[in-house]
């Protein structure tokens, strides 16, 4: 059984800093995507970056040049660097992940990935 479970998650001034983790059990890595979304209150999952095992990574407008994806296959672990946070990043942070050639656009939102941790959460006071 694919497990994901995030960590990291917590409560930090605007301008902070926090690095969430997810960890991957069971899970075999052939040609794989791994994926950070989130969910504020009120509002629909989207995406905030994606990574696949050919080397590309992809961001999300809003998190570009302040969130870092990368990961440790050593260590089955995942990881999301976030600088300079705003009140807006305020949310429940997934990580998620499948087998395939691509990863799916941001714009969807994670439909498509197959497997999800159960979230950590984010919350950025001003």
């Known amino acids: 059984e694919v497990q994901l479970v995030e960590s990291g998650g917590g409560s930090v001034q605007a301008g902070g800093s926090l690095r969430l983790s997810c960890t991957l059990s069971g899970y075999t890595y052939t040609s794989d995507c791994f994926g950070w979304y989130r969910q504020a209150p009120g509002k629909e999952r989207e995406g905030v970056a994606t990574?696949?095992?050919?080397?590309?990574?992809v961001y999300a407008d809003s998190v570009k040049g302040r969130f870092t994806i990368s990961e440790d296959r050593t260590k089955s672990t995942l990881f999301l660097q976030m600088n300079s946070l705003k009140p807006e990043d305020t949310a429940i942070y997934y990580c998620a992940a499948k087998d395939g050639w691509y990863c799916p656009s941001l714009k969807y939102g994670g439909r498509g990935m197959d497997y999800w941790g159960k979230g950590t959460l984010v919350t950025i006071s001003s």
């Open positions: 990574m696949h095992s050919d080397g590309t990574i």
